[in-house]
């Protein structure tokens, strides 16, 4: 039987693909074996292959996102007028057989030229810059997290049992206690007389819990993890001037967002983890051009401060809907369907700090009470648990967020809850509100008569 071919028509006539790894890449500008050419990953042969696809009359190349590989291939070949394609690997993953990086490529630049791969998303060169140091910053606060872990391990094994008697080792009372430990002081009445007066125990139950064991090994490390827990609070302290700055040079650019003024919301607290120093209230609102996020009951200063981080005011109007951008989140059930029976509709798995973020906000939303959206937490937790209520919530989020930013207009939360016959009835009276101003009807004319 004669085998048939099924062409398919090129998309992109002028496309490459290219294989990015570690120590050198592989183009491909066609099929043939003598169209894949390998370089190295110097600025060097950077340029050579930028020559190298214009000499072919490349106008388009996709790549995958290997990593962090990709970024400074990725800058070169936009600084040399190439369209670039950056696309998530699982879209491009080779049939099944003998994988090679050559084979990689052409298939990467077959795709390409038929037009079956979508570009993931990428913020702008502002929003990366304030990307690098909110992630650094997080960073530095994992690090942190683990170093007072392992300070409190020491004391515990010193017998200086301050974990039970305070709240956080790292707070006030903690800290001038530790510090005092440091340096050789003993006597567990003079560590008690460090007690802050918001503390809520007395100072005789940590007078008893600070009686140690008095190990030198212990005690070293203990100053050890100490002294690098100052270094590492300096440093966020340092990161937190960089972003303040970078948000203040935003904002300056333009006059019309200088002259924004926000609302103080007394009521919003700060957390120990959020940037302590900047008035981010006032930056989020002139960053954002007027729009308020802070209004929406659970959204946090880190919940702002990640969204202008990972999306940012102007990348978020990539997203042509709020389906697409909750969908980007990864927040939306992926929705199976075969024979008219659904498969599945789980979450599709995998998340990004933004997902994190909107979620911490809807966990907070659960505990909170008499709100729109607390209401819908509940009603959706009572049918499907906690975990689900914070799915959807976080997915909710967006949603609002997404219209707040995209249309420029400010939270307004309905006043009352209402069902679904209630529902269809609001939307029929608007359909036929919008109809008779659409003909433009009187009151004659609808058979209404004037007493």
């Known amino acids: 039987m004669k085998k048939k071919n099924?062409?398919?028509?090129?998309?992109?006539?002028?496309?490459?693909?290219?294989?990015?790894?570690?120590?050198?890449?592989?183009?491909?500008?066609?099929?043939?074996?003598?169209?894949?050419?390998?370089?190295?990953?110097?600025?060097?042969?950077?340029?050579?292959?930028?020559?190298?696809?214009h000499a072919h009359h490349i106008t388009t190349v996709a790549m995958e996102s290997t990593g962090t590989y990709w970024q400074n291939l990725f800058a070169a070949l936009q600084g040399a007028g190439l369209e670039v394609l950056l696309c998530n690997g699982k879209f491009t993953k080779n049939i099944k057989g003998r994988k090679t990086d050559v084979q990689d490529c052409q298939w990467i630049q077959r795709l390409h030229s038929l037009g079956l791969l979508t570009g993931s998303f990428l913020p702008d060169q502002a929003t990366e810059e304030l990307r690098t140091y909110c992630r650094h910053r997080t960073s530095l606060l994992e690090t942190a997290a683990v170093t007072t872990q392992k300070m409190q391990k020491y004391l515990r094994l010193l017998n200086l049992r301050l974990d039970v008697v305070v709240r956080d080792i790292t707070g006030q009372t903690g800290m001038a206690i530790i510090e005092a430990v440091c340096q050789g002081e003993t006597d567990p009445e003079k560590l008690a007389c460090f007690r802050h007066g918001n503390c809520r125990k007395s100072k005789e139950e940590i007078a008893r819990a600070l009686c140690g064991n008095g190990r030198r090994d212990l005690l070293f490390a203990l100053t050890q993890e100490l002294e690098l827990y100052k270094v590492l609070q300096a440093k966020i302290a340092a990161c937190d001037v960089a972003i303040e700055q970078l948000l203040i040079e935003q904002v300056?650019?333009?006059?019309?967002?200088?002259q924004l003024k926000a609302d103080p919301k007394p009521y919003k607290r700060v957390n120990?983890?959020?940037?302590?120093?900047?008035?981010?209230?006032?930056?989020?609102?002139?960053?954002?051009?007027?729009?308020?996020?802070?209004?929406?009951?659970?959204?946090?200063?880190?919940?702002?401060?990640?969204?202008?981080?990972?999306?940012?005011?102007?990348?978020i109007k990539k997203f042509p809907t709020a389906k697409q951008f909750s969908n980007w989140l990864r927040l939306c059930p992926n929705t199976k369907v075969s024979g008219g029976r659904v498969l599945s509709s789980h979450i599709p798995k995998g998340s990004n700090r933004l997902k994190i973020a909107l979620r911490n906000a809807a966990n907070v939303i659960g505990n909170l009470k008499e709100t729109h959206l607390s209401d819908f937490f509940r009603r959706v937790a009572f049918r499907k648990g906690r975990q689900a209520a914070v799915s959807a919530t976080a997915r909710k989020l967006a949603v609002i967020i997404w219209n707040m930013l995209s249309k420029g207009v400010q939270y307004q939360p309905p006043t009352q809850y209402l069902f679904l016959d209630e529902k269809r009835k609001l939307k029929l009276v608007q359909r036929i509100k919008k109809n008779i101003a659409k003909l433009d009807l009187g009151p004659e004319e609808l058979g209404f008569t004037m007493a």
């Open 252 to 258: 300056e650019a333009d006059e019309e967002r200088r």
């Open 272 to 315: 120990k983890n959020a940037p302590q120093q900047m008035d981010l209230n006032q930056l989020s609102f002139q960053y954002f051009g007027g729009v308020d996020l802070l209004q929406i009951e659970g959204v946090s200063h880190s919940t702002v401060l990640a969204l202008m981080s990972e999306v940012g005011a102007e990348g």
């Open 6 to 53: 099924l062409p398919m028509e090129i998309v992109n006539p002028h496309a490459a693909g290219i294989d990015v790894g570690s120590r050198s890449h592989f183009v491909a500008v066609g099929q043939g074996a003598d169209q894949v050419r390998e370089f190295g990953v110097y600025e060097s042969d950077l340029l050579q292959l930028a020559q190298w696809l």
